[in-house]
């Protein structure tokens, strides 16, 4: 009897592991992400972008940190579905682009590039919000960070709103708990919250966008380590910047994707307030100083974040489309 009990306890697990396989095989068919979804239409893109990329960022140290902002930017909006590549708008409004929040974004044309080279090999099978998900994936490990994969089976979006990214894209003096707010829903816990916005650790910051902290910050915003101060003040030596091209670095080391940003942070040389406040919140301090003293978490958590940002409210299946030219639609 119980020899009859032990196979039939086992028969059950076999058909619970079958339905489970045909359940995931009719949502993948269904259009959701996989890792292998081009396993057949495309195998060979992710050698592609990769392989594209490399150019771009020898040439252009600081094409690290603008690949990266790139799904930030698109994903916050709408979704992941690289309506930030759009060069029009939405009925008669601006595309994302012309929002103020997309101001020192660049390296959009490196992207067509990319899709072009793409589009030779498998012409009509990857759509653009895979092809920016991917370089920007690539952006990090080329600047000394985690290497990881990504999901694919993203699709394009057929609009683009300067509205929804002025309403979307948080400013940088958010503090923790609007934080948490943007990332949370994006099924983020407190410790990747932490983790992605250490992408501050490649890049530079516009003066126009920290001037207001620095000479007329609001209570508790003001920099704290008045060395860092002086050294900003050079960089942006005017409450009214001489141009918007001035700017000054986001951490000590802006190629290179490491752990520098949380120490940085932690004495107090955060550049922007969001920088400063989880460096001051009790309930994200902690994770600073870890990340701070452990690159190899810091690295093993942002990989996590990034792949939950990254498939963030995107279109999959029939909706959107596999746009030809990521600058406009079909």
Not at 37 to 43: A, E, G, H, T, V
Not at 170 to 193: R, T
Request: hydrophobic content about 40%.
């Amino acid at each position: 009897m119980r020899l009859i009990i032990k196979y039939l306890s086992l028969l059950v697990v076999v058909v619970v592991v079958v339905v489970m396989g045909v359940v995931m095989g009719i949502v993948e068919a269904g259009g959701g992400l996989s890792y292998d979804f081009y396993k057949d239409s495309c195998p060979e893109v992710e050698n592609i972008v990769k392989t594209a990329v490399q150019p771009i960022f020898l040439t252009d140290p600081t094409a690290s940190s603008a690949f990266l902002r790139f799904i930030f930017h698109d994903c916050q909006v709408q979704g992941c579905d690289a309506s930030l590549l759009l060069d029009s708008g939405d009925q008669n409004m601006g595309p994302e682009m012309e929002s103020i929040r997309n101001f020192g974004i660049k390296k959009r044309e490196s992207i067509g590039h990319i899709k072009f080279l793409v589009e030779s090999e498998c012409p009509g099978q990857v759509s653009c919000a895979d092809v920016l998900a991917l370089a920007s994936k690539e952006a990090v490990s080329f600047a000394g960070g985690p290497s990881f994969r990504i999901p694919l089976g993203r699709r394009d979006a057929t609009s683009s709103s300067k509205e929804m990214a002025d309403a979307h894209l948080p400013a940088h003096s958010i503090n923790v708990d609007e934080l948490l707010n943007v990332f949370m829903p994006k099924g983020m816990d407190l410790q990747e919250i932490v983790a992605i916005l250490g992408a501050h650790t490649l890049g530079v910051g516009h003066c126009l966008n920290i001037v207001d902290r620095l000479y007329n910050p609001e209570e508790g915003e003001e920099y704290t380590d008045f060395s860092h101060q002086f050294l900003l003040r050079l960089a942006c030596p005017t409450r009214v910047p001489f141009t918007n091209l001035t700017f000054a670095l986001n951490d000590l080391t802006p190629i290179i994707f490491d752990n520098q940003y949380y120490r940085d942070v932690m004495n107090g040389k955060g550049l922007f307030g969001v920088d400063s406040n989880i460096g001051m919140d009790e309930r994200t301090r902690p994770i600073v100083e870890q990340f701070a003293e452990d690159q190899d978490t810091f690295f093993q958590v942002f990989s996590s974040a990034f792949v939950k940002l990254s498939t963030t409210n995107v279109l999959t299946g029939d909706k959107g489309q596999i746009r030809r030219q990521c600058n406009r639609v079909n």
